[in-house]
C-alpha cells in the first residue's frame, strides 16, 4: 500500500486541537463536494448551515394540521397540544406555541416548511436512518461516501492534496463542524480529510513544524506522513482563530451560555461567516430528539422535554438571522433542519412517542421563498401503534435543490450526487444562481378513489394538464407498495386501477408526483 492508498483509506476527518467559544472545532480540509463548490462554472459565496436534530423528531408535535385535529386527538390526546394554544401559521397548519422565533421568521418569508419529508421504505434505527440521510441512498443501498462528499471524487481537482494546501484558491477548509460528533456526509469515495488531533502537545508540535519520531520502517514511515498530513490539515486553524477575532456577535437574542447549546454553536458560526471565513458548510447539531417517554407533562401538554428542545431551537435561529442580518451576512447564508426520522401518529403509553417515517425539514434564510411546501400529513379516525406519516417529498429532493438553486450545480452533476434524478422543489424566490427556482404551475387534480372502502380493487381518477406524473402506493408503515402509474398524460381525465391482491386490510395512500407538485390522498381496503 503506497502512502496515498493509506491516508485515503486510514486518516479520519481533522479535529483543530483548540476552542471557540468553548466548542471544539473540526475543519473538513478535502471534501470532494465541496471543493467544487468553490472550483464550479458558477462564482457564489453562498453558505449552507445544516443543523441536525439528533434522536428522530415528532413532527406531529410540531407542526399540527389544526384541519385534523380531531383524529389527532384519538391517536395522542395524552401529549396533544391544546388546540387554542397552538400558533397558527395557515387556517389549517400551526406550529407549536413555544417556537414563536420561528412563527415571525415564517411571517416575514424568511422560514420554509417542508412537509413530510422522508424516503421509500424507511428504516427506523438510529444508525441506520442517520446513515442513509448522510449518504443520500436509498434505504436497501449501503454506501461510504456522504452526499456532501462525492461530488469531485471522480474529478480530482486536487489531485495532490495535502501537499501544497491551504493555498490562495483553497485558504480556508471548506467545511467545519462545531462539537464532537463527525457527520460522515463529507466523507468522499475514497478520500478522508485529516487526522484528530486532540492532544495540546501536537497542537504545539504543529506550530514549531515538528512531529513526534516515528521508527526507520516502512511503517514508521507512513506513520510520519500521517502526522505531516495532520500538520498540513491543521493550517487551517490560522484561518480560522483570524476569521474569529475579525468579528463580533451583534444579536441580543441568543440565550446566555451555557443554557442553549444549539445557540452557542451557531454564534460561532456566525462569528466565522461576518469574519470573511470562505467556508462554505456548517455543520452544528442538537441531541435529545429520541421522546419515547414524557415527551411532555400531563395536564400541560405544551410544556415537557419536547417543548423544551423546540425552544432551544427555535431561539437559536432566530437569534442567527437577527445575527446574521445585524452583521451584514443574511444575503450570503442559507440554513436546514433535518433529523433522521419522525415519530409514529399514536403516542405511546408512557406519555412518548415512538420511532417513525417522514417529517417536516425547515430551510430558513433571506433568500427562502417562504411559506409551506406540501399539505398537511393526512391523520385517520383510527389508528395502530404501528401507523405512520408517508413520505410526500423525499429529502434527496431538498438536497438536490439546494445544490442546484443556492449552489449553483448542474444537473448532470446533481444525478452523479444523489445517484438519480429527484424533483427540484421551489425552496428559494432569488438567488442569481443558476436557473430560478420559480416552477411552472401544474393543473393536476387527484381525485378519491371509487369504490372507496374496497376490496380488492378499486379506480384512481385523475385530471392531467398534459405532463409526465407518477402515482405510488404507499401503506402505513411508510412503506412504498408499487408503481401504478408513470410517464406522460396527455390533457384530460384519466384512471388507473390498483390491485390490492395480496395485501392486508388497512388504509394505504397513493401519491401523485409531477415535477414540484404532489398530492396524496387515503384509501381504505377491507376483506
Do not use: C
Amino acid at each position: 500500500m503506497n502512502r496515498r492508498e493509506f491516508i485515503q483509506k486510514t486518516v479520519p476527518v481533522s479535529l483543530l486541537p483548540f476552542f471557540i467559544g468553548g466548542y471544539s472545532v473540526k475543519a473538513f480540509g478535502r471534501s470532494p463536494f465541496l471543493e467544487t463548490l468553490i472550483s464550479a462554472g458558477t462564482e457564489t459565496d453562498h453558505v449552507l448551515v445544516l443543523i441536525q436534530l439528533n434522536g428522530g423528531n415528532d413532527g406531529l408535535n410540531t407542526i399540527l394540521p389544526i384541519d385534523q385535529y380531531s383524529n389527532l386527538a384519538n391517536a395522542r390526546s395524552n401529549i396533544l397540544i391544546a388546540e387554542n394554544k397552538i400558533l397558527k401559521l395557515t387556517d389549517k397548519t400551526g406550529i407549536h406555541p413555544i417556537m414563536s422565533g420561528l412563527k415571525n421568521l415564517y411571517d416575514s418569508g424568511k422560514f420554509t416548511l417542508v412537509q413530510s419529508v422522508g424516503y421509500p421504505n424507511p428504516n427506523f434505527s438510529h444508525f441506520r436512518a442517520t446513515d442513509i440521510w448522510l449518504t443520500a441512498t436509498d434505504s436497501n443501498v449501503h454506501e461510504s461516501s456522504g452526499w456532501v462528499g462525492r461530488y469531485l471524487s471522480d474529478q480530482n481537482e486536487f489531485p495532490d492534496y495535502p501537499t501544497g494546501y491551504p493555498n490562495t484558491v483553497m485558504p480556508d477548509p471548506l467545511a467545519i463542524q462545531i462539537g464532537s460528533v463527525v457527520s460522515s456526509s463529507l466523507q468522499g469515495y475514497n478520500s478522508s480529510m485529516g487526522m484528530a488531533i486532540t492532544d495540546p502537545t501536537k497542537f504545539y508540535q504543529f506550530i514549531a513544524g515538528t512531529v513526534d519520531p516515528a521508527p526507520n520502517t516502512p511503517a514508521g514511515h507512513e506513520l510520519t506522513y500521517i502526522r505531516q498530513v495532520a500538520q498540513q490539515t491543521n493550517l487551517f486553524a490560522g484561518s480560522i482563530k483570524n476569521a474569529a477575532a475579525k468579528a463580533n456577535n451583534k444579536s441580543s437574542l441568543y440565550p446566555m451560555a451555557p443554557d442553549n447549546s444549539l445557540g452557542d454553536q451557531l454564534k460561532i458560526v456566525a462569528r466565522l461567516i461576518a469574519g470573511g471565513l470562505k467556508t462554505r458548510i456548517y455543520i452544528v447539531n442538537i441531541g435529545g430528539f429520541d421522546t419515547h417517554s414524557v415527551q411532555a407533562i400531563a395536564g400541560e401538554t405544551d410544556t415537557g422535554t419536547h417543548a423544551n428542545l423546540l425552544k432551544r431551537l427555535s431561539l437559536a435561529i432566530s437569534a442567527f438571522q437577527d445575527d446574521l442580518k445585524l452583521l451584514g451576512a443574511e444575503d450570503r447564508v442559507a440554513g436546514m433542519t433535518f433529523s433522521e426520522f419522525g415519530r409514529r401518529i399514536k403516542s405511546n403509553s408512557s406519555g412518548g412517542t415512538d420511532h417513525g417515517s417522514a417529517a417536516p425539514l425547515f430551510l430558513f434564510g433571506k433568500h427562502v421563498k417562504g411559506g409551506i411546501i406540501g399539505s398537511n400529513p393526512i391523520i385517520p379516525a383510527s389508528v395502530t401503534v404501528n401507523d405512520n406519516i408517508p413520505m410526500q417529498y423525499d429529502f434527496r429532493s431538498v438536497y438536490g435543490t439546494v445544490l442546484k438553486n443556492w449552489f449553483g450545480v448542474s444537473t448532470e452533476e446533481l444525478k452523479r450526487v444523489l445517484f438519480k434524478d429527484f424533483q427540484i422543489l421551489p425552496l428559494f424566490a432569488s438567488t442569481g444562481i443558476a436557473e430560478k427556482n420559480e416552477l411552472p404551475p401544474h393543473n393536476f387534480v387527484l381525485h378519491q378513489n371509487y369504490p372507496n372502502p374496497f376490496n380488492p380493487n378499486t379506480k384512481i381518477k385523475f385530471n392531467s394538464s398534459g405532463a409526465n406524473l407518477t402515482i405510488k402506493i404507499f401503506d402505513m408503515t411508510g412503506r412504498e407498495i408499487k408503481t401504478i402509474a408513470e410517464g406522460y398524460y396527455p390533457q384530460g381525465s384519466h384512471e388507473v386501477n390498483f390491485h390490492a391482491n395480496g395485501l392486508p386490510s388497512g388504509i394505504y395512500y397513493y401519491r401523485l408526483q409531477s415535477g414540484a407538485f404532489t398530492q396524496m390522498k387515503a384509501m381504505t381496503l377491507i376483506k
